[in-house]
């Protein structure tokens, strides 16, 4: 969970890409703070992720909506780099399988099994 300097410090990174000041993220504005952290996604890509965590169908996302966000994005990068063992930037089909595998022991271990 973050802490409240890494909440004030999302918050002012939030406000700074909100450059309409509206206190919400349209897709534009999250695929360009999205770049700005080398990850670079198609404008119908970013509009999937507000899509997703957009809780209230504004097709916008709001503080606490880009912190889910933000925070999904951050473990799916650390899951990433735990599984490219051989830091080629790729998960090669080994390494999949491997993480396919964890996600699904995990998934038992919740009691998510169909």
Known sequence: MATSQQDMQLKAWFDAIDVDRSGRLDAKELQRALQMGNLNFGLNDVDQMVRAFD????????????????YFLVNVQNSFQQFDRDRSGKLDPGEVMQALHQAGEAHKALGLEP
């Open 55 to 70: 809780t209230d169908n504004s097709r916008t996302l709001g503080f606490g909506e880009f912190s889910r966000l933000h």
